[in-house]
């Protein structure tokens, strides 16, 4: 799914398996900007995120476009195509990728949650390719707005008012656009009325209905 | 990856495993066109390809995006967001989704090949977004005719011989666009001297540089 990630691994397993499974895993605090991961990179380990948060993001010539956002709980590889960036100070527990494979064979309490994670990254992956494929832009956005809306929108002042911990250049980089781009569509949806900005990744949602059919 | 899927789970089992994994599964026979999955299906089962081929694709209206291509040791999901279609007479394993991922929990040596399955699956949807995200259709063309030719091409008459069991159709649902675009990138490549046309579905390679080139 767009934005922070729903697939908690820590909150899926019990003291005693997390403990096991993150036997052999180190801390590691990261400045904001580190980079922990990128395409073809040596080290093939996983990590957890402890708290703070992670971009994931693929990158090409001058274009980048953010897969996910990870924040405490949040799971993922280092080893993969993309590049894995703290865009806040975060700590992770990392861990070989090879030794948490062998430490899963005699863990199995352990391997429906991770099955699961993994499965709701590619669930992810597949909503990002829907979009690609069959939605233009404004379509994207309007997805995203109402998808976020289901997750985190709350009653105010008779609309439903959505904070959301990202910036336009975030939402343009989520989107595959750019920043200009996200502006112009916000400022129209204000203007047709579906919404008002009230600050800085704060929106007020005035007629989820319409978001919602535009985003179809 | 594009096409065929590489990521075959039964070789990457012993026979014992094997055999206690697909305990309780069923065989299902499809005819060709025959519909095993679709988006908000009601039944969560996993299955395994034994023969045939079975597509499994995204559909928004009157466009379709193919993700890939299973066939013999390929394994994929009923519920996902994605429709799967038998594209010929096949053969698959089908068992209950929550029954496998209680049997996983006592057959541990199974663990690692499924989750190298669903990593090497993730690649795939990471390299499709990659191609929507960054490449145009002649990008994502040279970039799928290039993967293949790495996989499946052979020397043949001082070129690369490329047998592909896809017509222009199949490549075009596969990139995202139009039978008609794929044909006249096709054509241009031919005359540039890139590649030419042997048949249907058969690609000789004479220029491998540039076509990769192209990719990028």
Same mark, same amino acid.
Do not use: W
């Given at each position: 799914?767009? *934005?922070?990630?729903?697939?908690?691994? =820590?909150?899926?397993?019990?003291?005693?398996?997390?403990?096991?499974?993150?036997?052999?895993?180190?801390?590691?605090?990261?400045?904001? @900007?580190?980079? =922990? *991961?990128?395409?073809?990179?040596?080290?093939? %380990?996983?990590?957890?995120?402890?708290? @703070?948060?992670? $971009? !994931?993001? =693929?990158?090409?010539?001058?274009?980048?476009?953010?897969?996910?956002?990870?924040?405490? @709980?949040?799971?993922? %590889?280092?080893?993969?195509?993309?590049?894995?960036?703290?865009?806040?100070?975060?700590?992770?527990?990392?861990?070989?990728?090879?030794?948490?494979?062998?430490? =899963?064979?005699? +863990?199995? %309490?352990?391997?429906?949650?991770?099955?699961? !994670?993994?499965?709701?990254?590619?669930?992810?992956?597949?909503?990002?390719?829907?979009?690609?494929?069959?939605?233009?832009?404004?379509?994207?956005?309007? $997805?995203?707005?109402? *998808?976020?809306?289901?997750?985190?929108?709350?009653?105010?002042?008779?609309?439903?008012?959505?904070? +959301?911990?990202?910036?336009?250049?975030?939402?343009?980089?989520?989107?595959?656009?750019?920043?200009?781009? !996200?502006?112009?569509?916000?400022?129209?949806?204000?203007?047709?009325?579906?919404?008002?900005?009230?600050?800085?990744?704060?929106?007020?949602?005035?007629?989820?209905?319409? +978001?919602?059919?535009? %985003?179809?």
């Amino acid at each position: 799914m767009h *934005g922070p990630d729903a697939s908690n691994l =820590l909150e899926r397993l019990d003291a005693l398996t997390q403990a096991a499974l993150l036997q052999g895993f180190h801390q590691r605090q990261l400045v904001e @900007g580190e980079l =922990l *991961g990128s395409p073809n990179g040596e080290r093939d %380990s996983v990590f957890i995120v402890r708290s @703070g948060r992670i $971009r !994931v993001f =693929l990158a090409f010539e001058d274009k980048e476009y953010t897969l996910t956002f990870l924040e405490a @709980g949040g799971i993922y %590889s280092t080893h993969s195509q993309a590049y894995v960036q703290a865009v806040r100070p975060s700590e992770v527990l990392m861990g070989d990728t090879a030794q948490t494979m062998a430490t =899963l064979r005699s +863990l199995p %309490s352990a391997v429906p949650a991770i099955i699961r !994670v993994l499965g709701a990254t590619l669930d992810n992956c597949m909503r990002i390719i829907e979009d690609l494929a069959f939605r233009d832009v404004e379509g994207r956005l309007a $997805r995203f707005l109402d *998808g976020m809306l289901a997750r985190k929108g709350r009653p105010h002042q008779g609309s439903l008012r959505l904070e +959301l911990d990202l910036n336009t250049e975030d939402i343009a980089q989520l989107l595959g656009t750019t920043r200009q781009t !996200v502006s112009s569509l916000l400022n129209r949806m204000a203007r047709e009325g579906i919404l008002s900005r009230a600050g800085n990744g704060v929106f007020d949602i005035h007629d989820a209905e319409r +978001l919602r059919a535009r %985003s179809q």
